[in-house]
């Protein structure tokens, strides 16, 4: 990237009316490994690929259940993507305490967004290097948010963030529309298709480097364990997305 | 006058109200909820206040009374109605359930209790939600219970059998304020410190709706008062 002269801090605006601090932390976002998010009329998956620093390492979880009715997908800043992890689960916490029942999800996600905001009007701040895939359930029906470094946030039936996330979304814009009416298992399916469009060519897909999330109306927030992911791959040999329009 | 909290700045606890409410009766019916409360606010033993709405309307399909300092009640009254309305500025069309509105009742309740500065109130929420009925008692400790009917103060007392006796869960609307008309007939009668003028407000799937003020029926014409009987005894 060109270094510019109006990017030092988020207090300044450039002529083209940009701020490029925050500009950068979306980049952030789009160096994450990939992770997208897809919805039907009863459930909500999440499928992530999960990035091992090194053949020591582990690998990088990228789901994490913000509550029985509410999961992320992160892609970027994992140590940023902590902070609004912390802060969705005590949010989730303090409203059951106080109303018996589940935080309303498009709330939240306001809430997270109004904090990332924040940082992007303030001199001493950066603003949050992560971008969020919001699943969730509540009286409103089933949702699929994400969250930006620069405080927007927009709902979605698909979306794929973080690195060569155009790919899956390039698969999305072809077949989104069987989504809505998809069984639980098409939808992962689906989702899983659209991961392997966006994984390099020597890269493959195995139960290791894949993390699979579901939620659904009447299913608390799961992974899928390593034995259902096997056979999910194995099920992707066969899978063709036509195959669910001939069924229709 | 100087009161101790003039003095030395301390934090005053409610330890006896002043102005009070009677019984409320709240049952549920074979279409949604109602409740009943008398008029009356007492000053002590004084009838002070005689044409007061105990009963509020706290959202499109919640209702809420109480017995107990009046004046508590309508704080209440305000920080309830202050939830429905900080609901608008999310833009998602989401309001909160009468559970809702009971628990956090529950909890303020309990906070202040903890802080020996009660909301000096036996609550009842009453409300009708996604096809369900809800009837909700918060006490001043903060004790939350759900029921299918709730009294609260005297009426825990008197009128616990009529209840019993009259009222089933799937009753008509109309059943339902007969007995609490009775309900309200014998405390008249038996609690210094009820009144013969009631209002009755239920809440279904249509929405809230609270009814004119009515005066309960009363018998006063018996023939021992009639003929006097007692006054000739003393006048021999």
Not at chain 1, 124 to 134: D, E, N, Q, T
Not at chain 2, 3 to 21: A, M
Request: net charge neutral.
């Amino acid at each position: 990237m060109l270094k510019h002269l109006y990017d030092t801090d988020c207090v300044t605006w450039s002529p083209q009316g940009k701020l490029f601090q925050v500009d950068y932390a979306m980049e952030a976002v789009k160096q994450g490994s990939i992770c997208l998010g897809l919805k039907s009329n009863d459930f909500v998956v999440l499928c992530s690929l999960k990035r091992q620093p090194s053949e020591l390492a582990g690998y990088q979880e990228k789901q994490f259940k913000i509550d029985d009715h509410m999961a992320i997908a992160i892609a970027g800043l994992t140590a940023d993507a902590r902070v609004l992890c912390k802060y969705m689960r005590t949010e989730c916490l303090e409203y059951k305490y106080t109303y018996e029942s589940h935080h309303p999800v498009g709330r939240l996600v306001f809430k997270v967004a109004e904090k990332s905001q924040h940082k992007t009007q303030s001199g001493a701040k950066r603003p949050y290097g992560v971008g969020l895939l919001v699943a969730g359930i509540d009286p409103n029906g089933v949702h699929l948010f994400e969250t930006c470094p620069s405080g927007n946030y927009y709902e979605y039936k698909c979306q794929a963030i973080g690195s060569r996330s155009q790919a899956a979304r390039t698969y999305f814009e072809s077949w989104f529309h069987l989504f809505e009416k998809s069984t639980l298992e098409q939808l992962i399916l689906h989702g899983l298709s659209a991961l392997k469009k966006a994984i390099m060519e020597d890269e493959e897909l195995n139960e290791k480097n894949v993390e699979v999330g579901i939620l659904g109306k009447n299913q608390k927030f799961i992974h899928l364990n390593a034995q259902e992911l096997k056979d999910y791959i194995v099920k992707l040999e066969t899978f063709n997305a036509n195959t669910q329009i001939q069924q229709e | 006058m100087i009161f101790n909290s003039e003095i030395s700045g301390q934090q005053q606890h409610t330890t006896s109200p002043v102005v009070t409410g009677g019984s409320v009766i709240a049952l549920v019916y074979n279409g949604g909820v109602i409740v009943g409360t008398d008029t009356l606010c007492s000053y002590g033993s004084m009838a002070t206040f005689k044409n007061v709405q105990k009963i509020a309307q706290i959202s499109k399909n919640t209702i809420y009374a109480s017995s107990g300092e009046f004046s508590d009640f309508q704080q209440v009254v305000k920080e309830l109605a202050k939830i429905d309305r900080s609901a608008l500025q999310y833009d998602d069309g989401v309001h909160p359930s009468p559970k809702d509105y009971g628990n956090f009742l529950a909890r303020l309740s309990y906070k202040k209790r903890c802080k020996i500065n009660p909301l000096y109130l036996q609550n009842v929420i009453a409300g009708f939600h996604n096809g369900e009925r809800y009837l909700g008692l918060v006490d001043i400790y903060g004790t939350y219970l759900e029921s299918n009917f709730i009294t609260t103060g005297f009426a825990s007392y008197f009128c616990k059998a009529i209840i019993a006796n009259y009222w089933n869960e799937n009753c008509t609307l109309d059943q339902a304020k007969q007995v609490i008309r009775e309900c309200f007939k014998v405390l008249f009668c038996r609690d210094c410190r009820a009144h013969d003028v009631i209002q009755l407000a239920y809440v279904d799937a249509q929405g809230a709706h609270i009814e004119e003020p009515e005066r309960v029926e009363t018998k006063w014409d018996f023939n021992g008062f009639k003929s006097r009987a007692n006054e000739k005894l003393h006048t021999q």
